[in-house]
């Protein structure tokens, strides 16, 4: 949350910003905080192309695309940015494709194993470095949507043993063990991804769903309250944080999130959760 106001500083400062790919970095960090508006309306600029690098500015802006189809859970579009502009990039700047396999092919064989693509999407990650962290948290989420459930938990174990000090690989072996239903297993995951990330919303989120599923939205709303200081527009926050004051007896508090969960970016499946929920309770 702090980086987004500094990069755009930097931004505003002078043409460093555009020599040096700061639109990139701010897109990035909107990413980071889920503000998935903020984050396309940066990529937009079109001062983002060129610079004295324009061979990492033209990646950078291919890989961003990826991350934001990522985010928003269009996975088609993510192939088709990887199949598309991200190899043209690679045939225009050969050097870009010594990124590849940290950056784009883990998102590219995330996109195939969510379209159901399973065998390809194994190949594609099979080629990544075996010291990549992203790579390998790829590899716990592919085998996860496999319901492979000891393999995920054993590339998650070694994700986390390569970088302990960093929250990613905690919240997200946490979300695997939450949607798995085991509660108890994924709150000391979460536990441990503030420890290590003390301003990263989404363990704090995870955490907070996790309490709602053991009957404790009461503690779930500390929860979402800190989460909303550092990723103030991310809509399923607003939605979980709404379901937390709905079970708690706050209908009025509830509908303020849900509120403002409509004015910002959800995924399919959680604008019909929210749907929902606003035709049972107005």
């Known amino acids: 949350h702090d980086a987004t106001s500094l990069w755009q500083q930097q931004i505003d400062f002078g043409p460093q910003g555009v020599t040096y790919s700061m639109h990139a970095m701010l897109a990035r960090a909107q990413l980071g905080e889920h503000d998935l508006r903020a984050a396309e309306a940066t990529m937009a600029d079109p001062h983002e192309a060129g610079g004295v690098n324009p061979e990492e500015s033209a990646f950078e802006i291919s890989w961003l695309r990826m991350l934001v189809s990522a985010e928003e859970r269009k996975w088609p579009m993510v192939l088709a940015e990887a199949r598309g502009e991200g190899a043209s990039v690679l045939a225009r700047y050969p050097r870009a494709r010594t ?3 940290t950056s784009t092919d883990p998102l590219l064989a995330l996109a195939q194993a969510n379209l159901g693509h399973f065998k390809p999407a194994e190949e594609t990650i099979a080629h990544t470095p075996a010291d990549c962290y992203r790579c390998l948290l790829t590899r716990a989420k592919i085998a996860e949507m496999q319901r492979q459930e000891a393999r995920a938990d054993w590339w998650f174990a070694r994700a986390v043993a390569q970088q302990p000090s960093i929250p990613f690989a905690y919240a997200d072996w ?3 063990l939450l949607a798995r239903g085991k509660l108890d297993q994924a709150i000391p995951k979460f536990e441990m991804a503030h420890e290590n990330g003390p301003h990263f919303a989404d363990p704090l989120e995870l955490w907070g769903e996790a309490l709602i ?3 404790r939205s009461d503690l779930a709303l ?3 309250e800190e989460a909303a200081k550092y990723a ?3 809509g399923r926050l607003h939605l979980k944080w709404g379901e937390a004051l709905l079970w708690s007896g706050d209908k009025g508090g509830a509908k303020k999130q849900f509120v ?3 004015h910002l970016e959800l995924t399919p499946s959680e604008k ?3 749907a929902r929920r606003e035709s049972r309770h107005g």
């Open 99 to 101: 990124l590849t396999t």
């Open 174 to 176: 946490g979300a695997a």
């Open 213 to 215: 599923g053991k009957n």
């Open 222 to 224: 500390a929860k979402f």
């Open 232 to 234: 103030p527009n991310w």
């Open 260 to 262: 403002a969960a409509a």
């Open 272 to 274: 019909s959760e929210l």
